[in-house]
């Protein structure tokens, strides 16, 4: 007779067993610009892509294993080509898509003895920015609608709190890609243990591709070679340009001059005299100072 688990315990094991997998990869990140949407992921491989299309606007990027995520991916094509063919093309959405991955999953998860280690994004772009949708779906089929940015996969939870500190709605490429890189390479050390130096990635690390909301029909393009590298000194440059940036002093005002004693012939009042010295300055005191200059992005 085999041993008794308990059903809670077996979805217990499997969910650590997919989320420790997913871990070992590197984090991905997907997040909304002016003119469409952008995807970063880490992946030194020319050969094996971690972001594909799937249909006209509708874009794939995943972590984890790469041969259960890339059959993920061959079905979610056939299953939009086939839904767009037996109905219409505006038929196929990135959310039925993230629906037909979540119930397979999910499937998967349950059924099966070994889950699927893989955390999925599908994103769509609209013509106007707020139709843009990005989904996130995790092993066990769970989907979340994700406004503005999503960071999976890796270490997730560090990259999305530094994506969350800049981004901001309605940025440019070069803006986004800065604020994308800067959070996937920020909180990582060399060995993966998170809160280590900034490790800058060359353009030849990089996977980088976007959704194109000024293009007709097929919106996907993959950015490559003189313009990958072109977008990765314009960070570099706001960064450095951030780092050098001088803040306003907060501290205590500076003191005011003393008072004009009494005349001593004068049996005025003996009340303190009312207002700043006609010599004292406030200079310094943050009155009227300005505001300090917002971090360039």
Same mark, same amino acid.
């Given at each position: 007779m085999p041993f008794y688990v308990s059903p809670a315990q077996v979805m217990r094991d499997k969910a650590e067993y997919a989320r420790q997998g997913i871990a070992r990869g590197r984090s991905c990140v997907t997040l909304q610009y002016a003119g469409g949407i952008l995807m970063v992921a880490p992946n030194p491989s020319s050969a094996l892509h971690k972001i594909s299309e799937i249909y006209d606007r509708i874009a794939f990027a995943a972590v984890g294993r790469y041969n259960e995520y890339e059959n993920l991916r061959k079905a979610g094509v056939t299953y939009a080509d086939i839904t767009g063919y037996?109905?219409?093309?505006?038929?196929?959405?990135?959310?039925?898509?993230a629906n037909w991955y979540a119930q397979t999953l999910g499937t998967i998860f349950t059924d099966q003895l070994k889950p699927f280690e893989v955390e999925i994004v599908v994103a769509e772009v609209g013509e106007q920015p707020e139709d843009d949708q990005i989904y996130r779906i995790t092993f066990d089929g769970s989907v979340t609608d994700e406004p503005g940015f999503v960071a999976f996969g890796g270490q997730a939870?560090?990259?999305?709190? =530094? %994506?969350k500190e800049r981004y901001l709605p309605g940025m440019s490429l070069a803006a986004a890609f800065a604020a994308a890189l800067s959070a996937l390479s920020a909180p990582m050390k060399g060995d993966g243990e998170v809160g280590g130096e900034r490790n800058d990635m060359a353009a030849t690390q990089l996977e980088v591709a976007i959704l194109d909301r000024a293009r007709d029909h097929r919106t996907f393009r993959r950015i490559r070679a003189a313009r990958l590298e072109? %977008?990765?000194?314009?960070s570099r440059a706001a960064d450095s340009e951030t780092s050098q940036t001088p803040e306003t002093p907060v501290g205590p005002a500076t003191p005011?001059?003393?008072?004009?004693?009494?005349?001593?012939?004068?049996?005025?009042?003996?009340? =303190?005299p009312i207002g700043p010295d006609a010599s004292g300055t406030d200079r310094g005191s943050g009155l009227g100072g300005g505001d300090t200059p917002p971090n360039p992005l």
């Amino acid at each position: 007779m085999p041993f008794y688990v308990s059903p809670a315990q077996v979805m217990r094991d499997k969910a650590e067993y997919a989320r420790q997998g997913i871990a070992r990869g590197r984090s991905c990140v997907t997040l909304q610009y002016a003119g469409g949407i952008l995807m970063v992921a880490p992946n030194p491989s020319s050969a094996l892509h971690k972001i594909s299309e799937i249909y006209d606007r509708i874009a794939f990027a995943a972590v984890g294993r790469y041969n259960e995520y890339e059959n993920l991916r061959k079905a979610g094509v056939t299953y939009a080509d086939i839904t767009g063919y037996q109905f219409d093309r505006h038929d196929v959405t990135a959310r039925g898509i993230a629906n037909w991955y979540a119930q397979t999953l999910g499937t998967i998860f349950t059924d099966q003895l070994k889950p699927f280690e893989v955390e999925i994004v599908v994103a769509e772009v609209g013509e106007q920015p707020e139709d843009d949708q990005i989904y996130r779906i995790t092993f066990d089929g769970s989907v979340t609608d994700e406004p503005g940015f999503v960071a999976f996969g890796g270490q997730a939870d560090q990259v999305s709190a =530094a %994506l969350k500190e800049r981004y901001l709605p309605g940025m440019s490429l070069a803006a986004a890609f800065a604020a994308a890189l800067s959070a996937l390479s920020a909180p990582m050390k060399g060995d993966g243990e998170v809160g280590g130096e900034r490790n800058d990635m060359a353009a030849t690390q990089l996977e980088v591709a976007i959704l194109d909301r000024a293009r007709d029909h097929r919106t996907f393009r993959r950015i490559r070679a003189a313009r990958l590298e072109e %977008l990765i000194n314009q960070s570099r440059a706001a960064d450095s340009e951030t780092s050098q940036t001088p803040e306003t002093p907060v501290g205590p005002a500076t003191p005011a001059s003393p008072s004009t004693p009494t005349d001593p012939g004068t049996t005025g009042s003996s009340e =303190a005299p009312i207002g700043p010295d006609a010599s004292g300055t406030d200079r310094g005191s943050g009155l009227g100072g300005g505001d300090t200059p917002p971090n360039p992005l």
